[in-house]
Protein backbone atom coordinates (compact mmCIF):
# COMPACT_ATOMS: atom_id res chain seq x y z
CA UNK A 1 0.00 0.00 0.00
CA UNK A 2 1.67 3.61 -0.86
CA UNK A 3 0.83 6.01 2.06
CA UNK A 4 1.53 9.82 1.86
CA UNK A 5 4.77 10.99 1.35
CA UNK A 6 5.93 7.82 -0.27
CA UNK A 7 7.51 7.93 -4.14
CA UNK A 8 7.75 5.33 -6.72
CA UNK A 9 9.88 6.11 -9.02
CA UNK A 10 9.16 4.33 -12.42
CA UNK A 11 11.80 4.00 -15.14
CA UNK A 12 10.33 2.63 -17.82
CA UNK A 13 12.93 1.54 -20.67
CA UNK A 14 15.54 0.28 -17.97
CA UNK A 15 12.26 -2.11 -16.97
CA UNK A 16 12.63 -0.50 -13.12
CA UNK A 17 10.75 0.45 -10.64
CA UNK A 18 11.54 1.48 -6.67
CA UNK A 19 9.67 2.54 -3.70
CA UNK A 20 11.22 5.18 -1.81
CA UNK A 21 10.92 4.23 1.37
CA UNK A 22 13.69 3.42 4.21
CA UNK A 23 14.22 -0.27 5.50
CA UNK A 24 13.29 0.75 8.62
CA UNK A 25 9.82 1.76 7.54
CA UNK A 26 9.00 -1.54 5.48
CA UNK A 27 10.41 -3.59 8.74
CA UNK A 28 7.47 -1.68 10.37
CA UNK A 29 5.02 -2.20 7.66
CA UNK A 30 5.61 -6.06 7.38
CA UNK A 31 5.03 -6.88 11.05
CA UNK A 32 1.72 -4.88 10.47
CA UNK A 33 0.28 -6.59 7.60
CA UNK A 34 -1.98 -9.24 7.90
CA UNK A 35 -3.52 -11.47 5.12
CA UNK A 36 -7.15 -10.93 4.24
CA UNK A 37 -9.34 -14.10 4.63
CA UNK A 38 -10.72 -14.67 1.17
CA UNK A 39 -14.65 -14.89 1.47
CA UNK A 40 -14.37 -17.31 -1.73
CA UNK A 41 -12.66 -20.81 -0.04
CA UNK A 42 -14.20 -22.39 -2.97
CA UNK A 43 -16.34 -22.54 -6.25
CA UNK A 44 -15.13 -20.53 -9.32
CA UNK A 45 -13.58 -17.48 -8.08
CA UNK A 46 -11.09 -19.50 -5.95
CA UNK A 47 -10.39 -22.04 -8.73
CA UNK A 48 -9.73 -18.47 -11.28
CA UNK A 49 -7.84 -17.02 -8.26
CA UNK A 50 -5.30 -19.71 -7.88
CA UNK A 51 -5.46 -21.20 -11.66
CA UNK A 52 -5.74 -18.60 -13.99
CA UNK A 53 -2.28 -17.32 -15.67
CA UNK A 54 -1.79 -14.04 -16.13
CA UNK A 55 -1.74 -12.04 -19.82
CA UNK A 56 1.56 -12.36 -20.72
CA UNK A 57 1.08 -15.91 -19.84
CA UNK A 58 -1.82 -16.18 -22.30
CA UNK A 59 -5.10 -15.51 -19.50
CA UNK A 60 -5.48 -19.32 -19.34
CA UNK A 61 -5.83 -22.38 -16.71
CA UNK A 62 -2.62 -23.31 -15.48
CA UNK A 63 -3.79 -26.79 -15.51
CA UNK A 64 -5.01 -26.54 -19.29
CA UNK A 65 -1.41 -25.34 -20.76
CA UNK A 66 -0.07 -27.85 -23.42
CA UNK A 67 -2.78 -29.61 -23.71
CA UNK A 68 -5.02 -28.52 -26.40
CA UNK A 69 -2.16 -27.89 -29.15
CA UNK A 70 -2.57 -24.06 -31.02
CA UNK A 71 -5.02 -24.93 -33.18
CA UNK A 72 -8.35 -23.14 -33.43
CA UNK A 73 -11.27 -24.46 -34.58
CA UNK A 74 -14.38 -22.41 -35.76
CA UNK A 75 -16.67 -24.12 -33.19
CA UNK A 76 -14.03 -23.36 -30.72
CA UNK A 77 -15.36 -19.93 -30.22
Known sequence: ????GDMIELD???KKIHLEVSDEELATRRKKWKKEESAYDRG???LYVK???QADKGADFDF???RSGDKVTRDSH
Open 12 to 14: VPN
Open 64 to 66: LVG
Open 1 to 4: MVQN
Open 44 to 46: YVN
Open 51 to 53: HVL
